[in-house]
């Protein structure tokens, strides 16, 4: 099973700009989708975005535009650029990986959550107004 460790949460104000990251390991087949998730307080854990092995992406309509998923096959690490945060953003950020590819194609990346079978403990972020 993979291992995920993430980081790069924090405190910042609305409009300003995080980077998570996220280590791999554990790995035995690097096409696993992977992704990220949230979860505010008193919400169900929603996707945020996902990537597959050939770097195609999907983002959730509340953050397209202002996030940026990436990952480095090579390091097994996921990243997540946040820029122009809003309060709203404010919630536990996970990584997660879905063996089954087909997860990070058609749909929201929502769908993603059904395929994942390895989560991080996860990072916090809290954006204040």
């Known amino acids: 099973q993979v291992q995920l460790v993430e980081s790069g949460g924090g405190s910042v104000q609305s409009g300003g700009s995080l980077r998570l990251s996220c280590a791999a390991s554990?790995?035995?087949?690097?096409?696993?989708?992977m992704g990220w998730f949230r979860q505010a307080p008193g919400k169900q854990r929603e996707g945020v975005a996902t990537?597959?092995?050939?770097?195609?992406?999907r983002y959730a309509d509340s953050v397209k535009g202002r996030f940026i998923i990436s990952r480095d096959n090579a390091k097994n690490a996921l990243y997540l650029q946040m820029n122009s945060l809003k309060p709203e953003d404010t919630a536990i950020y996970y990584c997660?990986?879905?063996?089954?590819?087909?997860?990070?194609?058609?749909?929201?990346?929502?769908?993603?959550?059904?395929?994942?079978?390895?989560w991080g403990k996860g990072t916090l972020v809290i954006i204040s107004s």
């Open positions: 990537i597959d092995s050939n770097g195609s992406t």
């Open positions: 554990g790995y035995s087949d690097s096409r696993y989708c």
């Open positions: 997660g990986a879905a063996p089954d590819p087909s997860y990070c194609s058609g749909g929201y990346p929502n769908r993603a959550i059904y395929g994942i079978d390895s």
